[in-house]
C-alpha cells in the first residue's frame, strides 16, 4: 500500500518577505525544491537582485512573481497579500523574513529614529506581515496532503527571529528588543490562528555572512558588539573577531539552505502540533555557555 506520505513535500505556494536575497531567498529556493506550485517574493530591492532572486526560485522550474512591497507600510503588505491571491487563489506558507539589523552601539547612544526604524521593519513589519497573511489564510479551505485524523491546516506562518530573541549581545538593543516582540507577536498570533487551522511559528537563524551582517564584519560596527580593542582585535579589526566567536558559539559555519530546509519543514502540515515555537537553527549557539 503505498504511503500517502509520498510527493512533494511543500505542493502550495509560499509568499516571502525579504525574499529577493539573502534567508528569504534561500527560504524562496527551498519551497521551489520541495514542489511549490507557486513562490511570491515580496521585498523593496532594485530590479537586479529582484531577478536574480526570480531566476535562483525558476531554475527549479517553479513559477515565481515578485512584488514590490515595503512591510512597515500597511497597504503595501495588504496588496501583496491580495495580488499574490489573485495571481495563485491561495497563501499556503508564509515567510516572514524582511530584516534589518538596526544600530550598533551603547543604547546611551543609539537614537530614537535610528531605534523607530529597526523597529518598524522587525517589529512592526513582522505584525503587519502575519495580520494579512493570517486574515487570508483563515478564510481558505485547508490543504491537501493532511493524513487521516490529522487537523486540517489552512496556512502556516513562520517568522524570522534570531538567537537574540533569546539572548542579547552588549550594543544590540534595537535589533535585541525587535526580534523579542517577534517572537511575542508569534505567540499571540499562534494561539488565534490555531482556531482557524493556521499555525504560526518562528525560526531563530545562528550567524549567516548576509549582506545584512556586512557592516558588522567587514565595516566599522562590529567594535560596537565586541566593547573594548585588544590585541586580537588591533591585529584583525573587531568585526572580524565577532565572526570568529559567533562562528566558534555556532561551532561551524553554517550555509542558507540551512535555514530555508528548516523553514520548509516547519510549514508543512507534518508538524501539525508545532504551535508558536521558537525553532533555533543555530548549531547549538544558544545552548553553548561555556567556551566550546
Ligand atoms: N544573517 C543572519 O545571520 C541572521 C541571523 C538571525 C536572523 N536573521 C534575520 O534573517 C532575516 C533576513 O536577513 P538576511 O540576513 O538574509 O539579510 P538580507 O539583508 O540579505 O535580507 C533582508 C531582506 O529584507 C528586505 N527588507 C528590508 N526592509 C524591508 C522592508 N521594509 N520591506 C520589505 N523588505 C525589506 C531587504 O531588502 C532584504 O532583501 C532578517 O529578519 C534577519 O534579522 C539573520
Known amino acids: 500500500m503505498p504511503s500517502k ?5 511543500a505542493p502550495g505556494v509560499a509568499f516571502i518577505t525579504g525574499g529577493a536575497r539573502g534567508l528569504g531567498n534561500a527560504i524562496a529556493v527551498s519551497f521551489a525544491k520541495e514542489g511549490a506550485r ?7 530591492q532594485d530590479e537586479e537582485t529582484f531577478e536574480l532572486g526570480k531566476k535562483n526560485v525558476q531554475d527549479f522550474g517553479c513559477e515565481c512573481i515578485a512584488i514590490r512591497a515595503d512591510v512597515t507600510k ?10 499574490a491571491v489573485e495571481h495563485f487563489g491561495r497563501i499556503d506558507y508564509a515567510a516572514n523574513f524582511a530584516g534589518v539589523v538596526g544600530p550598533s552601539g551603547p543604547i546611551s547612544e543609539v537614537s530614537l529614529t535610528d531605534w523607530q526604524k529597526c523597529q518598524d521593519v522587525n517589529s512592526s513589519g513582522v ?11 483563515m478564510t481558505q479551505s485547508g490543504i491537501g496532503g493532511v493524513e487521516d485524523g490529522r487537523v486540517a491546516q489552512r496556512g502556516s506562518i513562520v517568522n524570522c527571529a534570531s538567537v537574540n530573541s533569546q539572548m542579547a549581545m552588549t550594543g544590540t538593543t534595537a535589533y535585541t528588543a525587535s526580534k523579542h516582540a517577534c517572537l511575542g507577536i508569534t505567540k499571540a498570533a499562534a494561539l488565534e490562528g490555531r482556531k482557524f487551522g ?7 537563524p545562528g550567524f549567516l555572512l548576509t549582506r545584512m551582517l556586512e557592516p558588522i564584519v567587514k565595516g566599522d560596527m562590529g ?7 585588544n590585541e586580537e582585535v588591533k591585529k584583525k579589526g573587531a568585526g572580524e573577531v565577532l565572526w570568529e566567536g559567533f562562528e566558534k558559539r555556532q ?7 540551512e535555514v530555508g530546509d528548516v523553514v520548509v519543514l516547519l510549514s508543512t502540515p507534518r508538524m501539525s502540533l508545532v504551535v ?12 553553548n555557555e561555556g567556551n566550546d
Open 5 to 9: 506520505r509520498s510527493g512533494p513535500l
Open 38 to 44: 507557486g513562490v511570491v517574493i515580496v521585498d523593496i
Open 74 to 83: 500597511e497597504d503595501d503588505i495588504s496588496n501583496a497579500v491580495q495580488q
Open 127 to 137: 505584525f503587519l506581515a502575519t495580520k494579512h497573511e493570517m486574515r487570508q489564510m
Open 198 to 204: 493556521v499555525r504560526v511559528n518562528c525560526v531563530s
Open 223 to 229: 567594535g560596537a558588539i565586541t566593547g573594548g580593542v
Open 251 to 257: 561551532g561551524r559555519k553554517a550555509v542558507f539552505e
Open 276 to 287: 508558536g515555537a521558537n525553532l533555533c537553527v543555530d548549531g547549538g549557539f544558544v545552548i
